[in-house]
């Protein structure tokens, strides 16, 4: 029994470690497209950067929908909070920000991250930014309602809560609150602001977002 037991084990052992590499690399291959473009296509200089998940690499046109304050969009789909943090040289201090705008920590909720957990990694990535730019300002876009989503809407506002709560105390930083105005009169999910999946949304979604995060965007000064 014990001689069929270990090669079980090390055969289960393998298949994790495989799923964790092909995991990894998926991400690792984002990422060396993203450089790609930046060799293609230069950067702006101190740009007002997003980052985050799908939510802000699907929001196609945000360039041109805050094209009065220099952004750019560095968004990886299917991320959660420790991706951001272990590409966050490649995906944010490499652009040399004047500020950081924020949206993850929705895909943790379906590992079954628990609020506290969202918070606390939450926590790593804002020291993680603050470690290398100390005086950028950060804007964290809270956790949206999803409709697919909808079992994990507690806990995502009660991660919401704890990051406010966190960020109120810190300079040159924001809460802002999109989880109230994607919902309807009953307390559920909007739908119609959200494409076929109900996990992504569409422009009326991402049209809340913009008049809910314009006015903490600071213009390039023509200094």
């Not at 895909?107 to 603050?130: I, K």
């Amino acid at each position: 029994m014990t001689k069929l037991f270990f090669p079980f084990l090390l055969g289960l052992l393998i298949s994790a470690d495989s799923l964790l590499a092909q995991e990894q690399v998926r991400y690792q291959e984002d990422v060396r497209t993203i450089k790609k473009f930046d060799q293609m296509y230069a950067p702006p200089a101190n740009p007002i950067l997003f980052v985050g998940s799908s939510s802000i690499r699907k929001w196609d046109d945000l360039e041109r929908t805050f094209a009065d304050y220099v952004v750019m969009n560095r968004g990886v789909g299917g991320a959660v909070t420790n991706d951001i943090i272990h590409f966050a040289q490649d995906l944010i201090f490499d652009y040399h920000p004047r500020q950081v705008v924020i949206y993850v920590g929705e895909n943790d909720l379906p590992e079954g991250a628990t609020a506290d957990s969202v918070y606390s990694r939450f926590q790593r990535l804002y020291g993680v930014v603050r470690s290398r730019l100390p005086e950028v300002p950060i804007e964290y876009i809270s956790l949206k309602p999803s409709p697919s989503r909808v079992k994990y809407m507690k806990i995502a506002a009660e991660a919401n809560a704890l990051i406010k709560a966190f960020l109120a105390k810190e300079t040159n930083a924001h809460f802002i609150d999109v989880f109230p105005l994607m919902l309807n009169k009953q307390g559920q999910p909007r739908q119609e602001l959200f494409v076929s999946d109900m996990l992504h949304m569409n422009a009326q979604g991402y049209a809340i977002w913009r008049k809910a995060i314009e006015p903490y965007l600071f213009k390039k000064s023509s200094k």
